[in-house]
């Protein structure tokens, strides 16, 4: 199937960290040495941050860095044959299972929130990126123009102008992030009436677009 051409448009930044398990002193370096392995969670869609390979296994420069974070606890648990396991997941269940202790580290981009917090800790920030709109080429011109934070249209402007250039769309979102509770806010602040859906992955996301069922796909970029 050919494809209509996509364009992607920015629209807010974040950083992204790690994610690690509320308690991760004591308690959890007790798991650790107790199983011998350190479970380390990759999200697997979010290159060149963190991925899945062609050949099935983790890659990219959180992964990298957590590659670091399993030697610097291998030298503190005093296990010189400590394993390193990589889980693959998504962001929204790669966090689940960090605050109930399935894995052990979570790589990916990850936006540290008051709201994560109360779950999970986060390293420092260790990239800063933000949210990305992807859209047709041929998206009508008033919804480009106010994703891009321009009027919706030359002329006389009214306080519904934004919402109306807004409305009546179906908007794809990647489901567990940021950006999604972004879009759900601004859509419930602005008063639109509009459509959202989730998507697990990139791929299904620009899908939707591409093939006319969804107007817009939003996602933290990477």
């Known amino acids: 199937m050919r494809y209509n051409k996509l364009i992607i448009i920015g629209i807010l930044g974040m950083a992204m960290i790690f994610g690690m398990p509320l308690l991760a002193s004591a308690q ?17 869609d979010q290159a060149p941050i963190s991925f899945k390979a062609e050949d099935g296994k983790a890659r990219g420069y959180a992964l990298e860095l957590g590659q670091k974070v399993a030697e610097a606890v291998k030298a ?27 894995i052990d580290l979570l790589c990916g981009a990850i936006s540290d929130t008051l709201k994560r917090r109360e779950r999970v800790s986060f390293s420092l920030p260790i990239f800063v990126t933000g949210t ?24 006389p402007i009214w306080r519904g102008s934004i919402n109306r250039a807004l409305a009546e769309h179906t908007y794809a979102v990647h489901a567990g992030t940021v950006t999604e509770e972004w879009v759900r806010e601004r859509i419930a602040t ?28 939003f996602a933290d970029t990477s």
């Not at 959890?28 to 697997?44: K, W």
């Not at 990305?132 to 994703?147: F, N, T």
């Open 28 to 44: 959890t370096l007790e798991r650790i040495q107790a199983s011998g392995t350190f479970n380390i969670g990759f999200v697997t």
């Open 76 to 102: 503190k648990v005093g296990l010189p044959d400590l394993r390193t396991k990589y889980i693959a997941t998504s962001l929204k269940d790669g966090l689940d299972m960090v605050a109930e202790g399935r």
């Open 132 to 155: 990305a709109v992807i859209l047709r080429e041929d998206a009508p011109p008033d919804l480009v123009r106010v994703l891009q934070g321009k009027k919706a249209y030359s002329g």
């Open 190 to 217: 602005l008063g639109v009436i509009a459509k959202v859906i989730t998507v697990e992955d990139h791929a299904k996301g620009v899908e939707m677009v591409a093939k006319k069922k969804a107007d817009a796909y």
